[in-house]
Every structure is written in C-alpha cells, then in structure tokens.
T-cell receptor, first 111, second 113 residues
Framework: RKEVEQDPGPFNVPEGATVAFNCTYS??????FFWYRQDCRKEPKLLMS???SGNEDGRFTAQLNRASQYISLLIRDSKLSDSATYLC????????????FGRGTSLIVHP | DAGVTQSPTHLIKTRGQHVTLRCSPI?????VSWYQQVLGQGPQFIFQ???????GRGNFPDRFSARQFPNYSSELNVNALLLGDSALYLC????????????FGAGTRLSVL
C-alpha cells in the first residue's frame, strides 16, 4: 500500500458544482496534513493546512478523519479557475519535517 | 520578497552526463528540500537539508547528491544521467519548526536524451 493515495481523476464538473476529493494515508502516526494546488507545468502551492478540527477558507473546506486515516477537500461553487491538480501531503511522523505527497487529483471545471 | 529561485529553468542533457541544479531559498528559511516530479505523479522526496546538514534522504540512488551552503542555498547533483532521470526537479524551502509546509520554486525541467 502506498503511503499516500489519491484518485488521479480527472474530476469533470460544471461551474458552480460542489466537488470533494479524498486522500488516504497509511501511517497512523502522521501528524501534519496539507493540500497543495498545482497548475499545469507550474510548481505546487500550499492551499491549506488540515487541522484535527477541520478548517475552512472561503469556498474550500478541509477535514481530517484520523480513525479512517484520510483527509478530504471540499470545493463549493467551483470556478473555472479552480481547474488544477490538487496534491495532498502527509508528514510529521516521529517529528519529521518531510511530507510525503500523493500523486494528485486532477480537477477540470467546465462552463 | 523573492520566493524560492531555481536555475536553470530548462536543461537538456545526454545519457551519462552530469548535471548540477541550484536553488536559493526564501530569505530567512534555513531548510531546503529537493523533489523529483515525473508527469502524472506527485513530487518524490530526494533530500532535505537544514543548517547545512542532511536531515533526510529519499529512496534515490547514490548518483544523486546534494549540499547546502552557508547562505542556505543548495545544489542538487546527478551523475551518470539515465533517461529515467527526465523530470521536473523542484526545490522547496521551509521555516524551521513548521512541519510540512513547503514553499516551492518553479523547478528545473530536465530532459535526458
């Protein structure tokens, strides 16, 4: 089993739709969780950290489910500009500062 | 403030050659990490340096090496290039004590022919 797994997609959704991605991780000792966004042929950029209590930033909501070992990202009211690959990153095992990235989930928002 | 800068942006090499990639972190960041990203995959961890010391090494062959300089900039060296080394090489800097948050440079796109 891979350390961090994501459905590669693509997820094709119309503008205004709500879409959710999950990311599962194998190491139950993981302590830090993140979502990054990567546009085509660009570098990944931090979208949001994921806290135990969940967190929200505008149209984006991230949640952590430790029992089932996954994190989720919900995007409401999708915009064309949300089209990108969304990478999850998991780390913090044994105090490590080195996150492991998933392969990413591709989102395509169409008019 | 300048972000993470990498050079060169693109590079074409032939099999067996050697390559050196360079990275300057965000001012004030003392940790630099290197990642390899092939098409359709997430970034794969190669090395992390903090205060000029190697803090972590990923599952890459000894042909890959790196170092960090006193000004916290870093170099990634790859010897005896193989076709499979063709990828986007990303450098990321981070603040000490902030686990996992990486600020990436635009990357060096390496093509090995």
């Amino acid at each position: 089993r891979k350390e961090v797994e994501q459905d590669p997609g693509p997820f094709n959704v119309p503008e205004g739709a709500t879409v959710a991605f999950n990311c599962t991780y194998s190491n139950s000792a993981s302590q830090s969780f993140f979502w990054y966004r990567q546009d085509c042929r660009k570098e990944p950029k931090l979208l949001m950290s994921v806290y135990s209590s969940g967190n929200e930033d505008g149209r984006f909501t991230a949640q952590l489910n430790r029992a089932s070992q996954y994190i989720s990202l919900l995007i409401r009211d999708s915009k064309l500009s949300d089209s990108a690959t969304y990478l999850c990153a998991v780390g913090g095992v044994g105090g490590s500062y080195i996150p492991t990235f998933g392969r990413g989930t591709s989102l395509i928002v169409h008019p | 403030d300048a972000g993470v800068t990498q050079s060169p942006t693109h590079l074409i090499k032939t099999r067996g050659q050697h390559v050196t990639l360079r990275c300057s972190p965000i001012s004030g960041h003392k940790s630099v990490s290197w990642y390899q990203q092939v098409l359709g995959q997430g970034p794969q961890f190669i090395f992390q340096y903090y205060e000029k010391e190697e803090r972590g090494r990923g599952n890459f062959p000894d042909r890959f090496s790196a170092r960090q300089f006193p000004n916290y900039s870093s170099e990634l060296n790859v010897n005896a290039l193989l076709l499979g080394d063709s990828a986007l090489y990303l450098c990321a800097s981070s603040l000490a004590g902030v686990a996992g948050i990486q600020y990436f440079g635009a990357g060096t796109r390496l093509s090995v022919l």
